[in-house]
């Protein structure tokens, strides 16, 4: 019997070593091949946050192998961060906008009048991100603008394929429009706003509800480091930032196919630009192109990339992203000069960088009033770490702030 007990306790420890050997292993080996510009801010917190989501792929990996959880399973858990207790200054709500989870936040403090209304939809790839996990973000726009926020808890790709997503986003905004008043929220005061991927599904909810009658309208829109397009992944930025954490040119790449597919098998080909037929990339140049993106943010090294030839059945797989529902920035002049005013924060370290600058750019072109935040040393997600205690960045924590004062502004 102790000989078993020694042995069980040796295939243990054997385990549990092949598992510090894997991800201490895979760490070393993604940390020295990704890249952190020497302008990015606090560059070794950003280490650790890096080696930490690494780390966490490569134990949700062994625990599927395990048949314990899915990778996934495990990486959105730890992703959800811990459960917040009750707020002094806000009331919190859970219930549901028709069919969809929402989380609603009222400042306790008395209001003169009607307050302005947010409706927030998460970052995350469209495969991550939660009320719980933007619980802390969301507390702080609403006490600090005296707003009501909504979080909204949309449906999750691979699960849940485009455009479940978008629906529940329009179909929680449309809730809130309609029923404004029960919240003691203006109905011509309500914002619609989203990070990364939530800024994508801002942006096509603002572009759909354009043409709803009967509804209020939209009265501005905050697209946070937004990913606009899935047509050129060869953008400056794209070039410039494809190994900066946290969001690789690949992952970027593989979470919009999960978005669209379900899965990513041709990730290769949405990244060499030969899933899209070269007269509609001609066609589109006149919005998506680097000539409309000012010689600064080129400064670093960009080497316009030469279409390639593309394959019908590639197209026919994944030709969606040539609509405005996936890719908002192709919309057409008639819809984009109908947008509300428009606020976007972009970073320079940041693979989705240009798609912010076109799109402002194009709001521009057709008389939308923006106002843009640049965070210069930030990169992608920055702003979700403006209050992580010793992982805390004040580039992050500014931005946010620049977030509340457009709201106040209003």
């Known amino acids: 019997m102790g000989f078993l007990y020694a042995l069980l306790l040796l295939v243990v420890a054997a385990f549990i070593g092949a598992v510090i050997l894997v991800v201490v292993g895979s760490i070393y080996f993604d940390a020295t091949n990704s890249e952190i510009p020497p302008g990015v801010e606090q560059p070794a917190k950003l280490r650790i946050i890096h080696a930490f989501l690494i780390g966490s792929a490569v134990v949700g990996r062994i625990l599927e192998n395990l048949h314990i959880c899915s990778q996934l399973q495990f990486i959105r858990y730890l992703r959800s961060g811990p459960k917040l207790g009750k707020d002094t200054k806000l009331f919190i709500k859970d219930t549901k906008f028709k069919h969809v989870p929402v989380r609603i936040y009222q400042p306790k403090?008395?209001?003169?009048?009607?307050?302005?209304?947010?409706?927030?939809?998460?970052?995350?790839?469209?495969?991550?991100?939660?009320?719980?996990?933007?619980?802390?973000?969301?507390?702080?726009?609403?006490?600090?603008?005296?707003?009501?926020?909504?979080?909204?808890?949309?449906?999750?790709?691979?699960?849940?394929?485009?455009?479940?997503?978008?629906?529940?986003?329009?179909?929680?905004?449309?809730?809130f429009l309609q029923n404004?008043?029960?919240?003691?929220?203006?109905?011509?005061?309500?914002?619609?706003?989203?990070?990364?991927?939530?800024?994508?599904?801002?942006?096509?909810?603002?572009?759909?509800?354009?043409?709803?009658?009967?509804?209020?309208?939209?009265?501005?829109?905050?697209?946070?480091?937004?990913?606009?397009?899935?047509?050129?992944?060869?953008?400056?930025s794209y070039q410039q930032n494809q190994a900066v954490p946290v969001l690789y040119r690949e992952k970027a790449a593989f979470y919009f196919l999960h978005y669209l597919n379900g899965e990513a098998s041709l990730l290769e080909e949405v990244l060499q630009g030969s899933h899209v037929p070269v007269d509609q990339k001609l066609h589109y140049r006149k919005w998506l192109s680097a000539d409309n993106i000012p010689k600064e943010f080129k400064a670093r090294g960009y080497k316009p990339s030469v279409p390639v030839s593309c394959a019908e059945e590639v197209y026919g797989e994944v030709k969606c992203v040539c609509g405005p529902e996936i890719s908002p920035l192709l919309a057409e002049d008639t819809v984009v000069r109908q947008l509300p005013q428009t606020y976007i924060l972009t970073c320079e370290y940041d693979v989705l960088r240009d798609d912010g600058l076109l799109y402002k750019k194009r709001l521009e072109d057709n008389g939308v009033p923006v106002t843009w935040y640049h965070v210069i040393n930030g990169f992608h997600g920055i702003i979700n770490f403006f209050d992580k205690g010793w992982l805390t960045f004040p580039s992050g924590k500014k931005g946010l702030d620049n977030i509340v004062r457009f709201i106040q502004s209003l």
């Open 180 to 236: 404004a008043n029960d919240y003691g929220v203006d109905e011509t005061h309500i914002i619609v706003a989203g990070d990364s991927a939530g800024g994508s599904l801002a942006a096509g909810v603002c572009q759909t509800l354009v043409g709803r009658r009967g509804l209020a309208k939209v009265y501005a829109q905050i697209l946070i480091y937004p990913g606009l397009q899935a047509i050129d992944f060869n953008l400056p």
């Open 109 to 175: 403090a008395p209001s003169a009048g009607r307050r302005k209304g947010v409706v927030f939809f998460h970052g995350g790839g469209w495969m991550f991100g939660s009320i719980r996990s933007y619980d802390k973000m969301c507390r702080y726009i609403s006490k600090e603008s005296e707003a009501v926020v909504v979080s909204v808890e949309y449906r999750l790709a691979p699960e849940y394929k485009y455009p479940a997503q978008l629906n529940d986003c329009l179909a929680a905004t449309t809730h």
